[in-house]
């Protein structure tokens, strides 16, 4: 599945808030087309390793890059390197249609013809969005909400895509759908790192993944692997199982 060098790699991260330290050293890689996963507790450090990721938070040290080109400390810089993440709670603009918020996650394109066929091709993902496209966002069911925020983030044309908490509040059958629908996404080529509560969720749909513990990397492993594992299982897997 991988390559000789990583698409996305994070070296020795740390971040702090004021004296808390919310990440400590902590190293990730993705690989092309591949499906990373992030799991842990509650106040594990997932969300603030994906907005240190996008430039939302500074990083106190260490390194994030991009095929070997570190990553701006900026956000909307980021997105125009290619990565683009679908945030924990959706965060779509509520006053403006689906139309509208698709196309603010075009903003730093100018390929009109692409957006065309990218819009498209977000449509053909989630149908429901193409039925709702004058709809404004905010009257959108929250499954809704998470395909649209996951449908604004693929409009910028990411390497790779960030995803947090795509299950959040959402029915147990409505996250089988937007996983369906990621597994598609990733079968079309796109790179995804996703951080997900939803342990056992996320190690099905994943290649690999990685356990976070209070700021720091606990493990590591094939998804496979970390199914198995009887401390994974015990820790994050026994409660999540159906």
Do not use: C
Request: glycine share 8%.
């Amino acid at each position: 599945m991988t390559t000789s060098a990583p698409l996305l790699e994070v070296s020795n991260l740390s971040v702090k808030y004021g004296a808390i330290q919310a990440l400590h050293d902590v190293s990730i890689s993705v690989y092309k087309k591949e499906i990373v996963s992030v799991i842990g507790a509650n106040g594990a450090g997932k969300s603030t390793l994906m907005n240190a990721i996008m430039g939302l938070v500074p990083r106190e040290s260490g390194t994030v890059t991009l095929e070997g080109k570190p990553l701006a400390a900026k956000s909307h810089v980021v997105v125009s390197q290619g990565i683009s993440l679908a945030p924990e709670g959706r965060k779509v603009f509520a006053p403006l249609t689906v139309f509208e918020n698709l196309m603010m996650g075009a903003f730093p394109r100018e390929d009109r013809n692409m957006i065309d066929k990218d819009l498209e091709w977000v449509f053909t993902l989630f149908p429901r969005l193409r039925e709702r496209r004058d709809q404004y966002a905010g009257t959108l069911s929250g499954g809704e909400q998470q395909m649209l925020a996951i449908g604004r983030a693929l409009m910028s044309r990411p390497r790779v895509l960030l995803l947090d908490e795509p299950s959040l509040g959402l029915a147990p059958i409505l996250i089988k759908e937007i996983f369906a629908e990621l597994k598609r996404i990733n079968d079309e080529g796109v790179t995804i790192l996703l951080v997900e509560q939803n342990a056992r969720q996320a190690l099905q749909l994943s290649h690999r993944a990685y356990v976070l513990q209070t700021g720091s990397l606990l493990m590591e492993g094939s998804s496979k692997e970390l199914l198995k594992n009887p401390d994974v299982e015990a820790a994050y897997l026994g409660t999540l199982k159906k």
